[in-house]
C-alpha cells in the first residue's frame, strides 16, 4: 500500500515507520531466511545462479559483473525516487485537492496494489502464497491495526506538512523499542536511547515553534506512531503462526503486501460507510478531475513500488546501508515538501526539523553500532 511506512519484523537495526508494506520484510528473523525469501520472490528460471543467488544462463554471466556494479546504485536511486514521489504525491491529493476522505483514498490504492499483486502472481513475476482461512484468521488481527495505521498517516499527512510528519515519526523508534524491551527483553545500546532522547526533544521543539500547528493532525500523527509500534510488534508475534500457516511454510514479501491490502478492503468499505465518506466522493467536485485520478493511481503504484524496491536494494545491499540510506533519504522528502507547499517556516522551526532529520540518521548510525 502507500502511507509511506516501512517494513517490521525481528530486524533490529531500524524501526522505520515510512512503508507499512515493507514493514513485512523485518519480520524475518535472520539476514539468511530473509535473503533466501528474497531469492525466491526474484526467481528465475535460468540455468546457473549468481554470486547474489539470482539465477542467470551462461550468456549472462558476462554481464552480470556490471550489474554488480550498477546494482546497488540503481536499487538505491529506484527506492529513494519511489519513495520520495509517493509522500508528495500524496500530499498532493490530500492537500492540493482537498480531498477529504482519507479512507475512500486508502481503499483505492489497496485496491490498486491487490490486483497487481495478483496479476504478478498469474504471469508468474512473483511467488504468492495461496491464501487460505487459517492464515486469514492469524493475519486479522495484524491487518485491523494496518489499516488504522494507514488512516491515520493519511489524515496527519492531509493537516500537517511533511518535513514535521517526518520528525514526528521518530516517535515511533522509541514506542517500538519500549515494547521490544517489555515484550521481548529487548535491550538497546546507550547510544540508541541517548539518539531517541534527542528525538524527543526535536519532536517536542518542533511542535512548539510550527507555524501552522494544528491540533487535529498532531493527534492524528501521534496515533499513527502508537499504531504503527503496535503493528510492527504485533507482527512479530503472529509470523511464526502465519509461516505454519501456509503451503511453502513461509511468507514473502509479495504474498504479505496482498494479505495486507486485500484483507484492508472490507475494512475499509466498512469504514466508508460508517463514516458517510460514499456521498462525499459520489458528489465531489474533485472526483470529476481525471488529473486528481491520474495522480491518486500514480500515488497508489508508487506505494506498491516501496516495497518492490525496498526488496531489490536490501537485496543489492544489506540491512546496514538500507537503513542508513532510508534515513538519509527522510531529508531530501521534508526540504521538498517545505518548498512545493510553500510551508511557512521560522528558524527555530527550521532548526527543529533539521535536528530531528539527522537524529533520525544518527539513530541508525547508533543501532549498527
Known amino acids: 500500500m502507500s502511507s509511506e511506512f516501512s517494513s517490521n519484523g525481528a530486524q533490529s537495526h531500524e524501526f522505520d515507520c515510512e512503508d507499512p508494506v515493507n514493514a513485512s520484510t523485518r519480520s524475518i ?29 551462461g550468456d549472462e554471466k558476462r554481464e552480470h559483473g556490471i550489474g554488480k556494479k550498477s546494482g546497488p546504485f540503481l536499487s538505491g536511486a529506484a527506492y529513494c525516487i519511489s519513495s520520495c514521489s509517493m509522500i508528495l504525491l500524496n500530499k498532493v491529493v490530500l492537500s ?33 502464497e495461496k491464501l487460505n482461512s487459517k492464515l486469514i484468521m492469524v493475519w486479522i488481527p495484524v491487518n485491523v491495526i494496518f489499516v488504522g495505521m494507514l488512516v491515520s498517516g493519511m489524515y496527519s499527512l492531509k493537516h500537517i506538512n511533511i518535513a514535521i510528519v517526518t520528525i514526528l515519526k521518530n516517535m515511533t523508534n522509541i514506542l517500538t523499542a519500549i515494547g521490544e524491551l517489555y515484550l521481548f527483553r529487548k535491550h538497546q545500546n546507550q547510544k540508541v536511547w541517548t539518539v531517541m532522547f534527542l528525538m524527543i526533544i526535536s519532536a517536542i521543539s518542533g511542535g512548539i515553534t510550527d507555524l501552522s500547528f494544528d491540533i487535529v493532525g498532531y493527534a492524528w500523527q501521534v496515533l499513527n506512531c502508537v499504531l504503527t509500534a503496535s503493528y ?24 504479505m503486501v496482498l494479505l495486507n491490502n486485500l484483507l484492508s478492503l472490507p475494512f475499509a468499505i466498512f469504514l466508508i460507510l460508517l463514516f458517510g465518506e460514499w456521498e462525499y466522493v459520489i458528489n465531489a467536485d474533485v472526483t470529476k478531475l481525471p488529473m486528481f485520478w491520474v495522480v491518486a493511481t500514480a500515488s497508489g503504484l508508487l506505494g506498491l513500488a516501496i516495497s518492490f524496491t525496498s526488496m531489490w536494494f536490501l537485496h543489492q545491499t544489506g540491512p546496514t546501508t538500507y537503513s542508513l540510506v532510508g534515513s538519509l533519504n527522510k531529508i531530501p522528502i521534508s526540504i521538498a515538501g517545505l518548498v512545493l507547499f510553500k510551508v511557512p517556516l521560522s528558524l527555530s522551526n527550521s532548526f527543529s526539523i533539521l535536528f530531528g532529520l539527522f537524529a533520525g540518521v544518527f539513530f541508525a548510525r547508533a543501532k549498527m553500532s
Open 96 to 128: 492540493g485537492y482537498n480531498f477529504n476522505a482519507g479512507i475512500s483514498l486508502m481503499f483505492y490504492q489497496n485496491l490498486i496494489s491487490s490486483l497487481v499483486v495478483v496479476l504478478l502472481g498469474f504471469t508468474g513475476a512473483a511467488s504468492v
Open 232 to 255: 510492527s510488534l504485533t507482527l512479530r508475534r503472529v509470523m511464526d503462526e502465519a509461516k505454519k500457516a501456509t503451503r511453502s511454510g513461509s511468507l514473502n514479501e509479495a504474498s
Open 29 to 57: 528473523a535472520t539476514n539468511a531466511e530473509r535473503r533466501a525469501l528474497i531469492d525466491r520472490f526474484f526467481r528465475g528460471n535460468r540455468g546457473a545462479v549468481s554470486s547474489h543467488g539470482i539465477e542467470v544462463d
